[in-house]
């Protein structure tokens, strides 16, 4: 595979030869789809095989991890990847307008979710389900928003966990304006300073909103971790169609550091996320880390991949599974036993049952809730939509009564 370095053009004057040595398009987009592995610089604390693999630099923002921890982040990634499924179905079934699966990048919103702070405030976009579970959200919260009946009802001060955002990037600046108010009030500075998070898809990098974060971000040291999810493809689109570098190295252009962790395993991405907030806490200005994962489902419920990705390349994500290697590392090491992954996968089907009877028995809520909550306080204009609204309603069924 060929090196960043190596794609350049050749300079003025160098001659045939030299034009001729320089990889063709064929060959940069080949160099760029080979980073399926991660690259050099890829961060990883546990292998696919479940093996440990020690970092000087990163061990310490795990030392507090022993196996009941670890156990603690695996029930987590099991809870959440079944309500995933859970919520999947029912969306088959007809309860959900839509869902947008999280399966594959359990790893990544735990580890990163478990490594805020009270203080802290996430941002995510629409995935984030697993982030969502970290910070204390009900996920029958979640589900009132792909009912199409609510939209982020919890108290999103109280959790530090923004609403759902479906626009495009358009979270990070959102997120971006947070940061720089909490710097702005001085909650920066030391071990106590507050951090935001905000969470992006490796789509959401070609949107302008996202380049506009990074900016006002960079020049105004917010303390904001920016986190990229890259499940590799955009929908139907991948990566390569999006960048001509690894993405975690377009902070470098911005001013702040960038940083590349195996987005399947969960010890990794605590450990990059509590050292990046430590970053921003401590007024260090914004870091960007790109969680290099996989979407093992379809974008949505209403995607279908098997239309522009193979089923090898599923295959062998299959073995990369973030969950089955800290099941593993548990194992080898006497961490858990068999009676501990049996009263997990119970845990979890409790858990989904619970979300399932939920939805299935989920109130409607009355046409005037949409006028609920729209200001800090009512106006007369907003009084006259709700009235002109609820009585041509009322029309319909006064009609249906004679």
Known sequence: MSSPEQWTHPEPGAGPAAEAAQPSPEQVIAGLRATSEGGEELTQLLTPEGERVHSSQFDPYIADIDDEALRGLYRDMVLVRRADREANA???????????????????????????????????????????YTRGVDLKEVLGIFRC??????????????????????QVLNATGYAMGQK????????????????????????????????WAAVYDAPLVFFCQNNQW????????????PLYQRARGYGFPGIRVDGN??????????????????????????????????????????????????????????????????????????????????????????????????????????????YAENSPVLDAQREEFLSYLDGFAAAGEH
């Open 234 to 245: 955009a929908i139907s689109e991948p990566t390569e169609r999006q960048s001509r570098l």
């Open 265 to 374: 395993d969960v010890l990794a991405c605590l450990a990059v996320t509590r050292w990046a907030l430590e970053e921003c806490r401590h007024g260090n200005g914004p870091v960007l880390i790109e969680a290099f994962t996989y979407r093992m489902d379809a974008h949505t419920t209403t995607d279908d991949p098997t239309r522009y990705r193979l089923s090898d390349e599923l295959e062998e994500w299959k073995l990369k599974d973030p969950i089955e290697r800290v099941r593993a590392y548990l194992a080898r090491n006497g961490g858990a036993d068999h009676e501990f992954f049996d009263q997990v996968q119970a845990d979890a089907d409790a858990f989904a049952a619970d979300l399932r009877d939920y939805c299935f028995n989920m109130p409607e809520p009355p046409p005037e809730r949409i006028f609920s909550n729209v």
């Open 149 to 170: 009946t609510d939209h982020s009802s919890w108290d999103y001060k109280e959790h530090g966990f923004h609403p759902y955002c479906i626009v495009i990037g358009n």
């Open 90 to 132: 029912m969306q088959r079934q007809g309860q959900l307008g839509i869902w947008v699966p999280l399966l594959g990048q359990e790893a990544a919103q735990i580890g990163s979710g478990r490594a805020m702070r009270k203080g802290d405030m996430a941002f995510p976009s629409y995935r984030e389900h697993g982030v969502a």
């Open 184 to 215: 702005f009030d001085g909650k920066v500075g030391d071990d106590n300073g507050e951090a935001t998070v905000t969470y992006f898809g490796d789509g959401a990098t070609s949107q302008g909103d996202v380049h506009e974060g990074f900016v």
